[in-house]
């Protein structure tokens, strides 16, 4: 498997991320055979959030993350072989947005307590918070990274502009941008390809205005969260009636290359330049090894075109 540069850090990570919001419900083993599933295709990010778990049963806040910390058990040599990111902001009741200094501290460092760990790799703010102050999000970055409990930071679902306003406080790089990315789910490349045309719903900008090149110019590694989803939580594009031309493009691609649609669908995003990591959401071995096969297939340009034509966008 190909690897990344995490930001403007040294840090090289998998171009493919095991996404850990759906192991609530997973009991021991079951998790310790989606992480060893993961580690054999040489998946080394492993991503939770505070939020993830909290409407399961009985649970809460940071659920996913202890589940993930119980069942595992890391040593410490282990522990050093991957990288653990987390995210935080997201408040479930009631719903809303906290970037303050404590929200920000104190859920890191529940989040350390859960996931039986000293230190975080990476913290992300899960979504933009329209209180945010940047002089408190750079007051708790400091304080995390002084006191060695976070070494990197980034935001999700940002906005260049949003990330723009944190950089007037924060000193630390934000080195990580995780947003919603498919095949399907593709305006942030598609508006670029379809800029200035009327009459084509791809050249609106719904992202603040090029976020892969703002990404791309200022060393910021984006992550691609519901790589396989129609659009936003409305089911899978794999095998759906809505895409016929898509999957047979997806299919023949899976014949040439011997992998599966799953890996053709990561290697539309993993293909593109701006070294983009997948997020896996499944908690099926067999899925996350269909889909690390597909990392570092060097689709062909008419191929990748084809296949976001083919999704329904523009290629003018």
Request: hydrophobic residues 35%.
């Amino acid at each position: 498997m190909r690897s990344v540069s995490l930001g403007s850090t040294t840090t090289q990570v998998s171009n493919v991320i095991a996404g850990m919001m759906r192991i609530a419900g997973s009991d021991d083993q079951q998790i310790r055979d989606l992480y060893t599933t993961a580690r054999e295709a040489s998946i080394d990010v492993f991503d939770h959030a505070d939020l993830y778990g909290f409407n399961h049963p009985g649970g809460g806040p940071h659920l996913c993350e202890r589940r993930f910390g119980d069942a595992l058990q890391l040593t410490s040599s282990e522990r050093e072989q991957i990288t653990l990111q987390t995210k935080t902001g997201i408040i479930a009741d009631p719903w809303g947005y906290d970037q303050s200094y404590e929200h920000i501290v104190s859920s890191a460092e529940e989040s350390l307590r859960a996931l039986r760990t000293d230190y975080l790799d990476l913290l992300l703010l899960h979504r933009p918070d329209a209180l945010v102050e940047p002089d408190e999000v750079a007051r708790a970055f400091d304080h995390l990274e002084s006191t060695g409990k976070v070494r990197a930071f980034g935001v999700s679902n940002h906005t260049p502009r949003q990330i723009d306003l944190l950089k007037t406080a924060v000193t630390q790089p934000i080195v990580a941008n995780q947003v919603q990315l498919s095949v399907t789910h593709s305006t942030l490349v598609a508006q670029g390809l379809s800029s200035n045309m009327v009459g084509f719903d791809d050249s609106i900008s719904r992202d603040g205005g090029g976020l892969v090149d703002y990404a791309r110019v200022n060393n910021i590694t984006l992550q691609a969260w519901s790589p396989f989803q129609k659009g936003f939580q409305d089911g899978v594009f794999l095998d759906s009636p809505e895409y016929p031309e898509l999957n047979a493009e997806l299919e023949r691609l899976a014949a040439k290359y011997s992998v599966t649609p799953t890996g053709i669908a990561t290697a539309w995003i993993t293909r593109h330049p701006a070294g983009i990591q997948v997020v896996l959401g499944t908690t099926t071995p067999q899925r996350v090894t269909d889909a690390a096969a597909g990392a570092d297939i060097p689709l062909t340009r008419g191929e990748w075109y084809a296949l976001i034509q083919a999704a329904g966008h523009n290629v003018p």
